[in-house]
């Protein structure tokens, strides 16, 4: 579990491609801190360390999370958003995340607000998915490649988030353009009252 505060950027330093799964191998300054089978989310993927090594650590990435998530587009040089999973005697400063990424999403537009800045995001819409509870809703919370955002102005297909000047200075926002794709994780506990209301 995490709470979509993102500790650093991770710069991935290599790729390997064998069947259907990538090994990423990413640099960061806690990357000897880690364990093998330790959870750290990646632009909010929740992936499995499996090797370090003089500074650098390893994660694989399996077919199906390639398929919903970004890391398929990912190249060596690029910036990751990283977070390690939650202590229980923290304090959730975010939201509750799980590192389940639903879908991707296209930045659709950028738009200053004195200094912080306004980001539109669109994903395809399913009617399915929204009886299920993959939508989001004002003021709610959604998870952008691992960041815990509020949610403003939401419509059918699209919403749109506030990023201050700190987090688009130490998240991979700064890189963010128009047209980019984004990780997506709706809220929890929209699922769970989506699932509840099925029930009835």
Same mark, same amino acid.
């Given at each position: ?10 710069? +991935?330093? &290599? ?9 990423? =191998? $990413?640099?960061? !300054?806690?990357?000897?801190? %880690? ?16 090797? +370090?090594? &003089? ?9 199906? =999370? $390639?398929?919903? !998530?970004?890391?398929?587009? %990912? ?13 229980m005697n923290g304090r959730l400063d975010g939201h509750i995340v799980q590192g389940h990424v639903d879908c ?13 800045t306004y980001f539109t995001f669109e994903y395809d819409y399913s009617e399915d998915m929204a009886r299920r ?7 709610g919370s959604v998870t952008v490649n691992g960041v815990s955002l509020t949610v403003c102005t939401p419509t ?45």
């Open positions: 579990m995490f709470s979509g505060i993102v500790e650093e950027m991770a710069t +991935i330093v &290599g790729i390997n491609k064998e069947k259907g799964n990538i090994d990423f =191998t $990413l640099q960061c !300054s806690f990357a000897d801190e %880690l364990k093998i089978d330790q959870s750290v989310a990646h632009n909010g993927v929740c992936l499995t360390v499996v090797k +370090i090594d &003089g500074g650098t650590y390893t994660v694989t990435a399996m077919k199906e =999370t $390639l398929d919903r !998530s970004n890391l398929s587009r %990912l190249e060596v040089g690029d910036r990751v958003n990283v977070e390690r999973s939650m202590l991707t999403a296209r930045c659709t537009g950028m738009v200053d607000a004195e200094g912080s509870g993959y939508f989001t809703v004002d003021k059918r297909n699209t919403f749109t988030v506030a990023v201050i000047p700190y987090t688009r200075e130490h998240t991979n926002f700064a890189d963010m353009c128009v047209g980019a794709v984004v990780n997506i994780e709706f809220d929890i506990l929209g699922k769970y009252l989506a699932r509840l209301a099925s029930l009835n």
